[in-house]
C-alpha cells in the first residue's frame, strides 16, 4: 500500500492532488508544529488584477510549538467573507464558477474556529471536485509514541500498514532510503511539471477594465505569449488549485495528472 504524509493545507496547488490521486492512503500531518505564513494557513488565486493572497486570520494567542490541530483561527478580523468576495472577484466570469464557488461558501460558513476543519475541509473539498476518492486519515489518531523526524515518518507508515512511503521532490534531501527499506518501506518521490492551462478569463477582464479607463486597471500589455495559451502574459503556476477547478472544471483531474513525470 502506498501512502503519503503531508501537512493539512488551505487549498493546496494541483501537485499535491496529483500525488493524493496515486496512492492508496492520504495521512494528514495534523500534529505537525504550526508554521505561521506557511501554506497551512495560505494559498495564492489569480484575479484580474495579478495574483492575490487567501489568508486565513489566526489567533496569535499561544501559536508557538502548538500542532496544527489545535490552532484556533481569529474570526474577528472577517477573513472568510474576504475570502469569498475574493474568489467571486477573481472568478466569477470563469466557466464553473457556480460549481466550486458554492462549494467553498459552504466550507466557510461551518461552525468552527479550529484552523484544521478548514484546512483539512479545503482538501477534501477540491479532491471531491476532482473526483478523487482516496482514503484520508489523521496522524493524531495513530499511537508512534514519542518520536520526531525521519522516525516519527516511519512509524507512521508502519501504523498506517503502509508498504512504500510516498513524499514530495524535497523529500530526496531529508530521507535515507536505507532506514526505510529496514523498515520494510520503499520510499518513491513524487517528480511533476506543473501542466499549462487557459487563464484567458482574467486576462479579458484585465483588458475590459484597461478598455473602460479604469484608474484601477492595471497595465495589460504584459509580455508575449509563449505558453501557446493565448493570452498577454505567461501562465502563472503553483496558484491554489482553485484556479484549476474554476476554468477547467470536470478535466482539472486530467490536466493535473498530465503534469507527473515519474518513471514506473
Known amino acids: 500500500m502506498r501512502a503519503m504524509l503531508l501537512q493539512p493545507f488551505y487549498f493546496p496547488w494541483a501537485g499535491m492532488f496529483d500525488m493524493m490521486s496515486r496512492c492508496d492512503l492520504f495521512v494528514f500531518y495534523d500534529d505537525a508544529q504550526f508554521v505561521r505564513g506557511s501554506w497551512q494557513s495560505r494559498n495564492r488565486i489569480l484575479s484580474p488584477q495579478g495574483v492575490k493572497w487567501l489568508s486565513v486570520a489566526i489567533d496569535r494567542s ?5 500542532a496544527i490541530r489545535d490552532m484556533r483561527v481569529n474570526d474577528r478580523e472577517g477573513w472568510r ?6 474568489l467571486r472577484e477573481a472568478y466569477r466570469k470563469t466557466p464553473h464558477f457556480d460549481l466550486v464557488y458554492p462549494e467553498v461558501e ?6 468552527s474556529d479550529r484552523l484544521v476543519d478548514f484546512s483539512t475541509g479545503s482538501v477534501l473539498l477540491c479532491a471531491r471536485l476532482l473526483g478523487i476518492a482516496t482514503p484520508v486519515a489523521c496522524a493524531s489518531t495513530f499511537d508512534v509514541g514519542p518520536c520526531r523526524g525521519e522516525e516519527k515518518v ?16 524535497s523529500g530526496v534531501e531529508l530521507y535515507a ?13 513524487h517528480a511533476y511539471e ?4 487557459e487563464q484567458g478569463d482574467s486576462l479579458r477582464e484585465h483588458a475590459a477594465l484597461a478598455k473602460a479607463g479604469s484608474a ?8 508575449p505569449d509563449t505558453t501557446g495559451t493565448g493570452g498577454a502574459r505567461p501562465f502563472t503556476p503553483y496558484l491554489s488549485v482553485l484556479d484549476l477547478l474554476f ?8 490536466i493535473l495528472r498530465s503534469g507527473n513525470r515519474e518513471v514506473a
Open 62 to 66: 499561544g501559536h508557538v510549538g502548538t
Open 81 to 86: 467573507t474576504k475570502h469569498l468576495n475574493q
Open 106 to 111: 459552504t466550507l466557510l460558513a461551518q461552525d
Open 154 to 169: 516511519i512509524a507512521l507508515m508502519r501504523a498506517a500498514g503502509a508498504d512504500c512511503y510516498y513524499d514530495g521532490a
Open 177 to 189: 532510503p536505507e532506514r526505510f527499506a529496514a523498515a520494510g518501506l520503499a520510499l518513491r518521490f
Open 194 to 197: 506543473h501542466p499549462v492551462y
Open 216 to 223: 484601477a486597471a492595471p497595465d495589460v500589455q504584459g509580455t
Open 247 to 254: 476554468r477547467t472544471g470536470p478535466q482539472a483531474l486530467d
